[in-house]
């Protein structure tokens, strides 16, 4: 396979990432898929999917899943709202991880992705063991059908991230690199972070980002590719560093703007294909 094959970050109706003409515009061998709606989530749909994309000549290479009442207003939001961690919403949204992982499967994809949510650093703390708990569950379904789960990073600093992971006993839970959002969270120097989790990367994010004021307690800003603080060169060395040659797949999330949203993709493109040239 190619090394490091560009992609999007797309959706088929509402969702996150581009929508999937724009990644058939933008010329992408490969996109990530951020899950449709439930009621969309059949046999046929994943059929009729399946076509389109052979038409495009575009490969799905990891289906992203995400819920409803999720919000990343600020980081205290975010630790309320998003992903398996918040005890309310806990069981029906395991359920609904596995139901997206089952239409990956239609899909023929082999790797789900999520935000899990802010796992408690502190080992001792009950959370911990529950998020250990659905976690594995989680893993074991999707393993059931020969799949890997990914957590996007961004919450967790690399050492806890690792220690999480290790905990859990699974063989076949990984990472979706965000550099980005390790800056927009305030979670750590992305490259260094990079550099610790390197065996557990399976997929990444092609992101940029500046630093909050104060990291951790609000939002850094996240911006076009080249223009934050990632130093896009570094991370791509990195990569190859610690052996990721997989797809390198561009998220860019201002979907208010998607004429510039497309631009900058873009423009992100051109840059990309410009150091894969380079680094080889
Ligand atoms: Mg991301």
């Not at 009729?48 to 994309?53: E, G, H, I, P």
């Not at 610690?242 to 949203?261: C, D, K, S």
Request: some cysteine; hydrophobic content about 35%; overall charge negative.
């Amino acid at each position: 396979m190619e090394k490091w094959p560009l992609g999007v970050f797309a959706s088929i109706d509402a969702g996150l990432g581009v929508k999937l003409e724009v990644a058939h515009e933008l010329g992408v061998p490969t996109i990530q898929l951020h899950a449709p709606a439930k009621s969309t989530r059949t046999a046929d749909n994943a059929q009729r999917f399946l076509d389109r994309l052979a038409g495009y000549g575009i490969r799905i290479t990891c289906v992203f899943g995400g819920f409803e009442g999720e919000s990343y207003a600020d980081i205290p939001t975010v630790t309320e709202t998003v992903g398996l961690v918040p005890p309310k919403t806990r069981a029906a949204r395991t359920k609904e991880m596995k139901e997206i992982a089952d239409f990956a499967r239609l899909l023929g994809v082999d790797a789900v992705g999520l935000h899990l949510g802010f796992i408690p650093h502190d080992a001792s703390d009950p959370l911990y063991k529950e998020v250990l708990a659905v976690t594995r569950d989680l893993c074991d379904h999707c393993q059931s059908q020969n799949q890997n789960v990914h957590l996007e990073t961004g919450q967790e600093p690399a050492d806890p991230l690792v220690q999480f992971i290790q905990d859990t006993q699974r063989n076949n839970l990984f990472i979706n690199f965000d550099p980005a959002n390790m800056i927009l969270y305030g979670s750590g120097e992305p490259i260094e972070a990079l550099e610790k989790v390197g065996k557990y990367v399976r997929s990444v994010h092609c992101k940029d980002g500046t630093w909050a004021a104060n990291p951790g307690q609000e939002w850094g800003r996240e911006v076009a590719l080249g223009q934050g603080d990632v130093d896009m060169e570094r991370y791509l060395r990195t990569l190859d560093k610690i052996g990721y040659h997989g797809p390198l797949t561009i998220e860019r999330e201002i979907p208010q703007e998607p004429e510039r949203q497309k631009a900058e993709i873009g423009k992100a493109l051109a840059l990309l294909t410009e150091l894969k040239r380079k680094i080889g």
